[in-house]
């Protein structure tokens, strides 16, 4: 595909613990996820956000049939296996890498993990899950070996059903994820601190 731009934040990658892979949402920019930065208190790490041609990873609901999601969603997977080369070719293997999306991105980060399971440093998706109809096949291969995965919605989340959450809970955990969910009364499609402070917990750790 198209190189698309790159935003950095934090330290160099030859002095990071971690590299954080931020996807930003639907309509969103890479500014945008990095913002998150100031909330997350990790001055040790590297981030890197991509940016999405348009503003959006793939043109449909993650919900729709996967090929009406094509070919950007194959192309939006290769860029973050592409980014996850990279940074093992500066040292940051695939155990010290966080892929962290919220909306469309955090769907995209599940998703990554799910089809090229193997073990990261976390794997958080806020307001998102598996992409793909309700039939679709989740005959994942490999295994997450343990890997810290955070899935935080909100119960008035009109973008993220509560049922695909809880599908991708479980999915994840039957990969050997180390899932943990967190489902917000209330509130709706958007990111409070609770989620910020686990996100915060799985950086320290």
């Known amino acids: 595909m198209t190189r698309l731009p790159v935003m950095t934040a934090g330290v160099p990658l030859a002095r990071a613990d971690m590299a954080v892979i931020m996807l930003h949402g639907r309509g969103a920019t890479a500014a945008d996820i990095l913002s998150l930065t100031d909330h997350l208190e990790q001055n040790d790490l590297a981030y890197v956000a991509p940016q999405?041609?348009?503003?959006?990873?793939?043109p449909n609901s993650f919900l729709a049939p996967l090929d009406q999601n094509e070919p950007a969603l194959s192309e939006a997977l290769a860029l973050v296996g592409g980014l996850i080369e990279s940074l093992a070719t500066d040292g940051v293997t695939p155990e010290r890498v966080v892929l962290l999306g919220f909306s469309q991105g955090g769907c995209l980060a599940l998703e990554y993990?799910?089809?090229?399971?193997?073990?990261y440093a976390a794997v958080v998706g806020l307001?998102?899950?598996?992409?793909?109809?309700?039939?679709?096949?989740r005959n994942y291969a490999g295994s997450l070996t343990g890997t810290p995965v955070f899935l935080g919605c909100g119960d008035m989340d009109g973008?993220?059903?509560?049922?695909?959450?809880?599908?991708?809970?479980?999915?994840?955990?039957?990969l050997g994820g180390e899932v943990t969910q967190r489902i917000y009364r209330g509130m709706g499609h958007a990111i409070n601190d609770d989620e910020l402070a686990q996100v915060r917990a799985m950086?320290?750790?």
Do not use: F
């Open 52 to 58: 999405a041609p348009g503003n959006s990873w793939y």
């Open 113 to 119: 993990a799910a089809r090229h399971a193997r073990r």
């Open 127 to 137: 307001s998102a899950g598996l992409i793909g109809p309700q039939t679709a096949h």
């Open 159 to 174: 973008h993220i059903p509560l049922e695909r959450v809880k599908e991708s809970t479980k999915v994840l955990r039957g």
């Open 203 to 205: 950086l320290r750790a």
